[in-house]
């Protein structure tokens, strides 16, 4: 069983930052592929970005572009979520997720272990 820990999440104006933070103990971390997930009342659970094992390569959906970076540090074995320029619509309580397979993978059911969540608040 892998343990993922979540933290950094909070209250934020809109256009402002946050980093949250993903940490697991153990010396496998860099066998994972990790993503961040988020799900705001009443919708479904969605990918935020997902990164490699290694790092080289990242994915981001659409709404997020330009203003989100996933980052890794497999020394540390943590990964983090940059945000800025954050909207009202970023609010969401956000998932730290991870895999074993190969493959940046999108859906939600491919991510066999999860973090609690870490609550994302943007006033308007």
């Known amino acids: 069983q892998v343990q993922l820990v979540e933290s950094g999440g909070g209250l934020v104006q809109a256009g402002g930052s946050l980093r949250l933070s993903c940490t697991t103990p153990g010396r496998t971390f860099s066998t994972y592929t990790m993503g961040w997930f988020r799900q705001a009342p009443g919708k479904e659970r969605e990918l935020v970005a997902a990164?490699?094992?290694?790092?080289?390569?990242?994915y981001y959906t659409d709404s997020v572009k330009g203003r989100f970076t996933i980052s890794r540090d497999n020394a540390k074995n943590t990964v983090y979520l940059q945000m800025n320029s954050l909207k009202p619509e970023d609010t969401a309580v956000y998932y730290c997720a991870a895999k074993r397979s190969l493959g940046l993978a999108t859906v939600t059911g491919q991510y066999p272990y999860w973090g609690q969540g870490t609550q994302v608040t943007v006033s308007s």
């Open positions: 990164i490699s094992r290694s790092g080289g390569e990242t």
